[in-house]
């Protein structure tokens, strides 16, 4: 079964570093996500992205971050000058399709970024 | 603000104990919700979509009902691998087409053998 992977598993990063999340989406999929989720805090949604541009973006996704899709299967998160705060599991997600037919989101198993 | 709350946030049961899990939520305009399944260290696993009030999904030991204002997620006869943190979600209408999830904080299940 078609998979949403992620990675690293796990990245480990001095505060006020730049970090890239990276995600292959499955690959008919169109519209593609990324959560995160603070240590025994819910899954929070940052952003959204279609057709080359973001789609929409949670308070929560600032100037310290970005999304990229550089080419045709990956899916990057970057977060400028980290902080501790950011240390948290971020989810990629991707969908077959948005708007009426309303595709479930499939998940990746995530990144742990820890922020020394 | 869409809101999701999820009851209880833990519960233990004995295997093939049935029972129910609640998401009550308010959101602007219901696209969809979602029943996901997550296991520790692991992403969301998508379960269930529902749309509409009195629409009802079944999926092995797992039934999802939906209403204008809560969803019940209901697990008969659990099994030990039934055990997971079961999150629900909603998506509202926000005009695009990529419209990100409103997610509870989940219920913790455990399924004593």
């Known amino acids: 079964e078609p998979e949403v992977t992620q990675t690293p598993s796990h990245q480990v990063t001095q505060m006020g570093q730049e970090v890239i999340l990276r995600c292959v989406p499955i690959?008919?999929?169109?519209?593609f996500y990324w959560y995160r989720q603070i240590l025994g805090q819910k899954v929070e949604f940052l952003v959204s992205f279609y057709n080359n541009e973001i789609s929409e973006k949670s308070e929560i996704f600032d100037d310290q971050f970005s999304v990229e899709r550089p080419d045709g299967s990956n899916f990057t998160l970057k977060i400028r000058s980290t902080k501790l705060e950011d240390s948290a599991m971020y989810f990629c997600?991707?969908?077959?399709?948005?708007?009426?037919?309303?595709?479930?989101?499939?998940f990746g198993d995530g990144t742990r970024l820890s922020i020394l | 603000e869409d809101q999701v709350t999820q009851s209880p946030e833990a519960l233990r049961l004995q295997e093939g104990e049935s029972s129910s899990l609640n998401c009550s939520y308010t959101?602007?305009?219901?696209?969809?919700l979602f029943w996901y399944r997550q296991d520790p260290g692991k992403g969301p696993e998508f379960l269930f979509t529902?749309?509409?009030a009195g629409e009802e999904k079944e999926k092995e030991r797992l039934k999802a009902t939906l209403t204008k204002k809560e969803s019940f997620l209901h697990i008969t006869a659990p099994k030990p691998e039934d055990s997971a943190t079961y999150l629900c979600?909603?998506?509202?209408?926000?005009?695009?087409?990529?419209?990100?999830?409103?997610f509870g904080k989940g219920t913790h299940l455990i399924i004593q053998p």
């Open positions: 959101v602007s305009g219901l696209r969809g």
């Open positions: 690959s008919n999929h169109l519209y």
């Open positions: 529902l749309y509409s």
């Open positions: 979600a909603v998506q509202a209408w926000q005009g695009g087409g990529a419209d990100g999830l409103t």
């Open positions: 997600a991707s969908s077959e399709a948005g708007g009426a037919n309303n595709q479930p989101q499939h």
